[in-house]
């Protein structure tokens, strides 16, 4: 019996931005339904463009993909606009400008377009839910949250458009190690609860393979391992260069102090 077709299916694509400068060549990557999938790299590796290529914002950047198909559901999406990508069902969760700072929580998620055929009001009860925090925040305007505060309601915001599948471009970045690890868990609550799959792109090695079923090491704009999150805990290069050497198991802090102590990712 055949395996079944992932829910998204990147095949060999190549970007170009400004028509001439490539910043990925020849990178595959599938996400399962149900599944969390994490791409792994240093910055400037490509995952936000992959994350872009995806999500259709890559055609903002003056950029496209020049070869190569991304397929979603059966269906080929690359090149089309962002607005088609997310009625189809994948919500990019950015790594920047992720709310609106002038409204309020509450009008942040009542901003937001649901996908046609969508449960609009339990999507949003599914966000308070998923995070109380923001419930008692819900008068408070976006611009005075905390940076773990505002990422919360990025993806409650990304929720309220009833994905199939949740892009989130670096979810660590800039929050404390206790904040990081509340949010990693709310993810793997909306993948178990709401069945919504994940594709994950972050710097912090540790957790992501502590989230996701499968990853993908990339660099300088291609894939060059991929595996289970044990057989890439395994890997030699993978010990060395993102776990600290050791092949241990580390904490986000003890991580994020060891490349601060050895300078990676610049």
């Known amino acids: 019996m055949s395996a079944p077709a992932p829910l998204l299916r990147i095949d060999q694509i190549e970007v170009a931005y400004h028509r001439v400068i490539t910043a990925l060549q020849g990178v595959s990557v599938d996400v399962h339904a149900g599944t969390i999938v994490a791409i792994l790299g240093t910055n400037g590796a490509g995952k936000t463009t992959t994350l872009r290529a995806v999500s259709g914002f890559i055609g903002l950047d003056d950029a496209r993909v020049t070869s190569g ?12 606009p962002p607005h088609r990508i997310t009625t189809r069902g994948i919500v990019l969760v950015p790594e920047r400008d992720k709310v609106f700072p002038n409204l309020t929580v509450a009008e942040n998620l009542e901003a937001t377009v649901t996908r046609p055929g969508s449960d609009r009001r ?10 109380p925090a923001l419930t008692r925040l819900k008068r408070r305007t976006a611009g005075l949250l905390s940076g773990g505060e505002r ?3 990025a993806i409650g915001s990304a929720l309220v458009c009833g994905p199939r599948l949740l892009l989130v471009d670096e979810l660590s970045q800039g929050l404390a190690p206790r904040i990081v690890d509340d949010i990693a868990d709310r993810l793997r609550q909306v993948r178990e609860r709401m069945g919504v799959s994940v594709l994950l792109v972050e710097q912090n090695a540790e957790l992501a393979l502590s989230m996701a079923d499968h990853g993908y090491i990339m660099e300088n704009g291609r894939i060059v391992l991929d595996g289970t999150p044990a057989r890439l805990r ?13 092949g241990e198991r580390r ?4 991580v994020k102090q060891y490349r601060r102590s050895r300078r990676w990712f610049g």
């Open 122 to 131: 339990g999507l949003i009860d599914a966000v308070w839910e998923l995070f």
């Open 234 to 246: 395994e890997h030699a290069d993978v010990q060395e260069f993102y776990l600290g050497g050791t």
């Open 251 to 254: 904490s986000y802090r003890e």
């Open 69 to 80: 198909r991304i397929v979603f559901e059966g269906e080929a999406i690359e090149n089309q």
């Open 151 to 153: 990422q919360m309601l």
